[in-house]
């Protein structure tokens, strides 16, 4: 498996997009024992659900890839991203939908007051260049949902329209975009050959 220096990864839910983040965080630590990963997760308990799928997601993960560190990181992914990013060190950053979830539909009503677009167009901008400049690999997750239906109300429509042009915008700072269909890889994007 060639590993890119930066890869976004596509697909709609139970798709295979996260297997294959870990499949890349595995094959990676295997070829030197001197490597490490580490996946910056975005999601947030604001419920019991929730807390039982991030619990159950992280014991599986560590079945997986035991050498996989997580580290949660709900809206500040350039910042995480820098600091975590080494020659030796890839970082998986799962999911980006659930990262502008947090900023244009937070679950908490306190996080109303200091988040929204505008904060959220800055950190992205700020992901934008802080993936171009990352030290190791960067593997990111995301759902591609502009597939089906028009959604029905102006907000669902916003998330849809937000959703698709942070993909549009990460496969264009990427080297290697990928969709995920049924557990398969179809490659939109390689690297350039130098």
């Not at 809206?75 to 947090?102: F, G, K, P």
């Not at 239906?149 to 916003?158: D, E, F, K, M, N």
């Not at 849809?160 to 398969?184: F, H, I, K, P, Y």
Request: proline fraction near 5%.
């Amino acid at each position: 498996m060639n590993i890119s220096p930066s890869e976004l990864i596509l697909g709609g839910q139970k798709s295979g997009k996260s297997a294959r983040a870990e499949n890349i965080a595995r094959h990676w630590l295997a070829q030197d024992l001197t490597r490490r990963a580490v996946l910056i997760a975005t999601a947030q308990a604001w419920d019991d659900e929730m807390t039982q799928r991030i619990q159950r997601h992280q014991q599986d993960r560590a079945l997986r890839v035991p050498g996989l560190a997580t580290r949660e990181e709900p809206l500040y992914l350039a910042h995480a991203l820098r600091e975590c990013s080494q020659a030796n060190t890839l970082v998986v950053i799962d999911c980006m939908t659930l990262w502008l979830t947090n900023f244009l539909m937070p679950a908490e009503p306190a996080f109303n007051a200091k988040l929204g677009m505008d904060a959220f167009d800055q950190q992205a901008k700020d992901l934008i260049a802080a993936i171009t400049q990352a030290k190791g690999p960067v593997v990111l997750v995301s759902n591609e949902i502009g597939l089906g239906v028009i959604p029905l109300g102006a907000q669902v429509r916003q998330f849809v329209d937000r959703l698709g042009g942070l993909n549009q915008a990460l496969a264009a700072a990427c080297q290697r975009v990928t969709l995920m269909s049924a557990g398969l890889p179809l490659t939109l994007k390689e690297p350039h050959e130098i």
